[in-house]
């Protein structure tokens, strides 16, 4: 039922490939752990092995028979994206569901490895990538998912073309994470409408947590103050994307969030986007940009996305 939605509505999810980015703490590991209770094969996605480890610990605390494994993943070195994928092409034939969930909110001003602007870079271009390079494991799998996470912050974002990595203009750190998570709902809608163009069986989605106590903001003093009051924890900030990934209502490019207080809190249900997320000049004008940043193309007849 709308409005009612938890993880207790999750569908059996045994036999299938899970691949989750950023899944060693907050909204990524409650994903992590809830596919794994269901009955998924859980691949965290992450740069650290040491967090990884401590959140297969706690996962298998909690869920004795989690099949669950560590993939190092580092979405700010397109080198490392490149390499993690020909991994997961090596370990699987298929893969089942890709939660482009890993992201840095707000940090001081840096760049990637290949010189983009870092929340850019992380939480649009590595995703980008990676889901083009793994598209071909998605196609063989049948009845496949994607789900980007996103932020109500999309809503103040806006795309500049001319200066994406804010190297011109200055550097605000608010500004080029509401970009980038904009970027994230222009690149589902062009995956979605390109996906089905193709007739591939493969479905995008996206989600937002809401108000979700993480560290992904750890680089904002007043989100630290105000978390405990207003906050959710990181399971309910995590069943958005649950439900963007297996619920039986899902359609191409639906995006998911809390479903009170201003999406800020409670269980999930289908939320609107700004217009600026809507507009498909400009989902086709990042996908084009994307393709050159990363050198990666989608091959949505089943090959492999060539080497740049």
């Known amino acids: ?15 299938r490939v899970a691949i989750v980015t950023g899944a060693n703490s907050g909204i990524g590991l409650e994903t992590a752990r809830e596919l794994a209770r269901k009955g998924a094969h859980v691949v965290l996605a992450c740069r650290s092995r040491a967090r990884a480890d401590d959140a297969i610990e706690q996962i298998r605390s909690d869920v004795g028979d989690a099949q669950i494994e560590f993939m190092a993943l580092d979405l700010a070195d397109l080198e490392q994206v490149r390499a993690f994928a020909a991994s997961v092409r090596e370990r699987f034939d298929r893969v089942d569901l ?27 271009l ?8 793994l598209l071909d494991r998605l196609l ?8 980007n996470v996103s932020s109500t912050g999309h809503r103040i974002g806006r795309m500049n073309f001319e200066d994406l990595d804010f190297d011109a203009r ?3 750190a608010s500004a080029a994470y509401a970009q980038s998570k904009l970027a994230n709902l222009l690149f589902t ?11 591939a069986d493969v479905l995008a989605a996206a989600a937002h947590p809401g108000w979700t106590q993480t560290n992904l903001q750890k680089h904002s003093k007043l989100f630290q103050f105000l978390n405990p009051f207003f906050g959710m924890q990181p399971i309910g900030g995590a069943l958005p994307t649950l439900r963007a990934a297996t619920g039986t209502d899902v359609e191409p490019d639906d995006y998911f969030g809390p479903s009170r207080l201003f999406e800020t809190t409670g269980p999930p249900k289908k939320v609107g986007r700004s217009k600026a997320a809507k507009s498909r000049a400009d989902a086709e004008t990042l996908w084009e940009v994307s393709e050159q940043r ?10 492999v996305s060539p080497a740049p």
């Open 189 to 199: 809608s062009e995956l979605a409408r390109r996906l089905s163009a193709a007739g």
């Open 126 to 133: 590595g995703h980008f990538a990676l889901t083009g390079l």
């Open 1 to 15: 039922m709308p409005g009612t939605w938890s993880q207790r509505d999750i569908p059996d999810q045994s036999g």
């Open 140 to 147: 063989g799998a049948g009845g496949a998912r994607i789900v």
């Open 170 to 172: 200055g550097y605000n």
């Open 294 to 303: 990363t050198g990666v193309k989608f091959a949505f007849d089943g090959g």
């Open 98 to 124: 890709l939660i482009n969930n890993a992201g840095v909110m707000v940090p001081p001003a840096s760049k990637t490895k290949q010189g983009f602007e870092l929340q850019f870079g992380v939480n649009h």
